[in-house]
């Protein structure tokens, strides 16, 4: 009768478990107990580690080191042995798990090259090693973008499962498909907003299942420094290093046991005394929601509005649509001493109405309600308001005035009757006016990045013309703060900005001063050739994949007339690596200029209709 059993049939009395624990043991102090990850083996498949950083503590086991590459007829090779980090990212993750687990044993997987980019076979094959060497914890904080390969990872990570390896994934830092993040085989992480390294939460929401540290964190980077620095990559570690003092206190659990003694430790089951679904509100009219003033400098400090009931809590999950006329009575509730006029434009970031105050013609921005229902969402964006806020310079649009609902926020900014996209379109634009614009909003951003604000959506609709003709920088502050990962991770998943994001920002790595430039550059490119290094393509898979394959074009290549001095810096700061790229803002604008000198002539400035100030600009004490 045996051979007639279905496949993998057994006896249950054989299955005996005397060390499996009862669900309500599953405490945080049955969790972690006294563990410091002793005798736990960790995978980080990354960039490679600096072994000889002093965070590190001697954690690294040198010898089991590996690198996975792919060379140019698609072979992946594998040399073992000890390697360095070429970008300081799998530094930076082996950090973190070290700090929380100081005796687990980490090995370095290296598959991203100096630009932190690599070959998706590269990636699965570094997986796959780990897997088949049974490490007790795989820390991944990449993903693979490429449908093509989802299944092979699929496999690799089921294997993985069942071999008893804890894979932790961190989730992209746009909303766009990678993998294997979205696997059931994997945890997921994103960054929550908390200071607190040992505080995470559960997440009921997929695709993520966990939510850690990730925004400004501190974390060792290359020749013994440290950075502070945002990212989904920064969060999953800290979820690997938990899991690494389970599995150290509890050797033997499998992976959906530690999943479930992370669920039990996690903040928000803990204080809820159970699963912490979060609640949803109907969006309702601002009259009946709260109303808070932000630490923002108003436009007169006589306005004041009269706090009404607080809103109603419900957990059903219902959007009202709002009609236009009823989005202009919400302001209109919200900014009662504001003359709300009309609708100028509808953007990524919610629509933008123009106004009055004083006599004063002003831009209002509301935040679309779907972001600003997100509670750490508003938390980053009105953090990141505050200091854009504080800004002064002759190119950056100063911020006025922020207010805040329960349901959504403005922003009060002067109105500027034209752009960038609107002077191009209507006429092409000199060599002079394109470099006085383009050194105007470089000077404007090298004061944002200062004050470590990157601003992640530059585009010609975002570089406003002023009645006094100068070129300003708009929404900084605002567009890195609605990301995923605020002010140094990512980009918005936005058609109207696709044409104008950075490598790594299609990668979902980290972002910096380069991505800016590189933004800047495109720009400039366009404003002197009418085109751009790359085509225009109609998804962002198509562009993963374009600029996965492809270089950009020489400026050269498209307008041969704009002579070499601006062609090359031009190309210099359109580079698909970072490093290739001007070091700063400043930088940029300096050698603009002077590369404008010697191919427009010394009176370049003067020949030109924008207001072109040179200064530097300082934050306002």
Not at 121 to 132: E, M, N, P, Q, Y
Not at 366 to 387: H, M, Q, Y
Request: hydrophobic share 40%.
């Amino acid at each position: 009768m045996t051979q007639d059993r279905p496949a993998w049939s057994r006896e249950s009395v054989l299955l005996r478990l005397p060390t499996a624990p009862d669900l309500e043991n599953f405490s945080p102090q049955w969790a972690f107990g006294s563990s410091t990850g002793q005798g736990v083996r960790v995978a980080v498949i990354d960039s490679g580690i600096d072994v000889s950083h002093p965070s590190l503590g001697g954690s690294i086991d040198i010898a089991s080191s590996v690198e996975f590459s792919v060379d140019d007829v698609g072979t992946v090779t594998r040399i073992d042995g000890p390697h360095s980090d070429v970008y300081g990212h799998g530094t930076a993750c082996a950090g973190i798990i070290h700090a929380l687990a100081p005796d687990a044993i980490i090995t370095s997987v290296r598959v991203l090259d100096a630009g932190l980019r690599g070959r998706a076979a590269a990636f699965h094959a570094g997986l796959s090693w780990a897997v088949d060497h049974e490490y007790d914890v795989i820390n991944l904080s990449l993903g693979a973008a490429k449908r093509d390969w989802a299944l092979a990872f699929h496999d690799t990570c089921d294997r993985g499962y069942f071999n008893n390896s804890f894979i932790v994934t961190a989730a992209n830092n746009i909303h766009r498909d990678s993998f294997p993040s979205l696997f059931a085989s994997v945890t997921s992480v994103a960054s929550n907003n908390s200071t607190d390294p040992l505080r995470f939460h559960f997440n009921p929401e997929p695709p993520t299942e966990f939510l850690a540290r990730g925004i400004d964190v501190e974390v060792p980077w290359l020749d013994g420094t440290t950075i502070t620095t945002t990212g989904n990559s920064f969060a999953a570690p800290h979820i690997a290093a938990f899991a690494a003092l389970i599995k150290a206190e509890h050797p033997e659990l499998r992976p959906f046991q530690v999943k479930t003694a992370l669920w039990a430790a996690s903040a928000n089951v803990r204080e809820a005394g159970g699963i912490d679904l979060p609640r949803r509100h109907v969006v309702v009219p601002p009259a009946a929601g709260r109303l808070r003033y932000l630490s923002v400098p108003p436009l007169s400090s006589t306005d004041g509005v009269e706090e009404p009931a607080s809103a109603v809590e419900t957990g059903d999950e219902l959007i009202r649509h709002v009609t236009p006329e009823e989005e202009r009575e919400e302001l209109r509730t919200v900014l009662s001493d504001y003359e709300i006029v009309g609708l100028v434009a509808r953007g990524p970031w919610g629509p933008v109405y123009s106004a009055r105050k004083n006599g004063r013609a002003l831009a209002i921005r509301r935040l679309d309600p779907s972001l600003a229902s997100d509670a750490a969402t508003r938390a980053r964006f009105a953090a990141s308001v505050r200091i854009a806020a504080e800004l002064r310079h002759p190119h950056i649009l100063p911020i006025l005035e922020l207010r805040e609902t329960d349901y959504f926020a403005v922003i009060a900014m002067p109105l500027c009757p034209s752009n960038l996209a609107v002077e191009r379109d209507r006429e092409q634009l000199t060599p002079q006016a394109a470099v006085a614009a383009i050194v105007s909003l470089l000077r404007g951003l090298h004061v944002a990045h200062a004050a470590g604000i990157y601003h992640g959506d530059l585009r010609p609709e975002n570089a406003l013309i002023d009645a006094d003709h100068r070129v300003l920088l708009s929404d900084v502050g605002i567009a890195a703060a609605l990301t995923s990962d605020v002010r140094t991770n990512s980009a918005p998943n936005n058609p109207a900005s696709w044409r104008y994001l950075a490598p790594e920002q299609i990668d979902g790595t980290a972002i910096g001063a380069f991505t800016d430039v590189h933004a800047a550059g495109l720009l400039l490119f366009d404003l002197l050739s009418g085109e751009l290094p790359f085509p225009s393509v109609e998804s962002l898979g198509a562009l993963v994949r374009q600029r996965a394959t492809g270089q950009p074009r020489s400026l050269a290549e498209v307008s041969p007339s704009v002579g070499p001095a601006l062609t090359s810096v031009t190309d210099r700061a359109v580079a698909i690596e970072p490093a290739e790229r001007h070091r700063s803002a400043e930088a940029f604008a300096d050698e603009l200029s002077a590369a404008a000198t010697e191919s427009l002539g010394p009176d370049w400035a003067d020949d030109q209709p924008f207001r072109l100030d040179e200064l530097r600009g300082a934050r306002d004490s």
